[in-house]
């Protein structure tokens, strides 16, 4: 079963190409962090403007950097069924653990489509397949009742639920079933999300304090309440000016100011504003992170 800190990891650029050595570098001090998983390719890994061949490449190099020590679930989503089941079935040869798929974009197929999406794609590939919930970005919200659909094909094992409502994830768990992994995708979640009966989470933070969020979730299961509400509270101002905008730029700027890479993102994205770089430099400067 997937689930504990799971890193929503960056792609990162230097001069307009994808950076493997840096990426190489990320991946290491993550799995060194305590890090349970790598995501490649998702949101945070701008799978939307990566092509074809770069999404491929960007795969086989977290396979090859992560050697099994922990779960790759690659990011193999798109509105076009037939290119979400390419990427798959790509994933799979090249050795990833598991996919994961947001929901169709752009399109807003209805529940029906949405559950013939994904068991087009299950029933093609024998990869384990997490689908990815995150109506603001897809303008689709899968409902509880299509998962839980969706959660009796045999590899369809896990959800990451970036809803926004803690309703609908506790609907999922409660529809799905003890042994479907429902994985936070937004890390202020996390720690409600563990509350009630949830896996873990695919988190953006864990590009930047990589061991806080495993704390978190290894302080929860280990029964530490305490603990766990610690790193919650520390994280919350962190994670806060992570959003200040969209996702992946200030990750991008959080990870640029630690030496780490290149604050690269590719058009549409664009750098952060200077009222908000300035945000996020003192909350970083706060916790510690850079001086």
């Known amino acids: 079963m ?4 799971i890193v929503a990891i960056v792609t990162p650029f230097r001069n307009g190409k994808v950076d493997e050595e840096a990426f190489r570098r990320l991946i ?72 994961l798929l947001v929901c169709p974009y752009y399109n807003r197929p209805t529940q029906e489509g949405l559950y013939l999406h994904y068991r087009t794609i299950a029933e093609a590939v024998p990869i384990p397949i997490v689908v990815y919930n995150i109506p603001g970005r897809t303008g689709t919200n899968m409902l509880p009742e299509t998962l839980a659909r969706l959660a009796k094909i045999p590899n369809v094992v896990g959800v990451k639920e970036a809803s926004g409502s803690l309703k609908q994830m506790s609907d999922v768990i409660d529809l799905c079933g003890p042994d479907f992994s429902v994985l936070s995708g937004d890390d202020i979640f996390t720690l409600a999300l563990l509350a009630i009966g949830g896996k873990g989470v695919i988190s953006v933070i864990s590009n930047v304090v990589p061991g806080d969020m495993a704390e978190l979730v290894d302080a929860f299961a280990a029964g530490d309440l305490e603990k766990a509400r610690r790193f919650h509270y520390r994280m ?19 990870l640029a100011m630690m030496g780490k890479i290149e604050a690269e993102t590719r058009l549409p994205l664009c750098n952060m504003t200077e009222k908000n770089h300035a945000v996020l430099k003192k909350v970083m400067q706060d916790y510690g992170l850079i001086g």
Do not use: M, Y
């Open 2 to 5: 997937l689930g504990g800190a």
């Open 28 to 99: 290491e001090e993550q799995i060194v962090a305590g890090t349970d998983g790598i995501a490649p390719c998702g949101t945070t890994g701008e799978s939307t403007t990566l092509s074809h061949e770069e999404h491929d490449r960007v795969i086989e190099i977290a396979i090859d950097e992560v050697k099994k020590r922990v779960p790759v679930i690659a990011g193999t989503g798109s509105n076009s069924t037939a290119e979400a089941l390419r990427l798959t079935k790509h994933a799979w040869e090249a050795g990833a653990d598991a996919a």
């Open 236 to 254: 919350s101002p962190l994670i806060d000016a992570l959003f200040i905008e969209t996702n992946p730029t200030p990750v991008k700027a959080a």
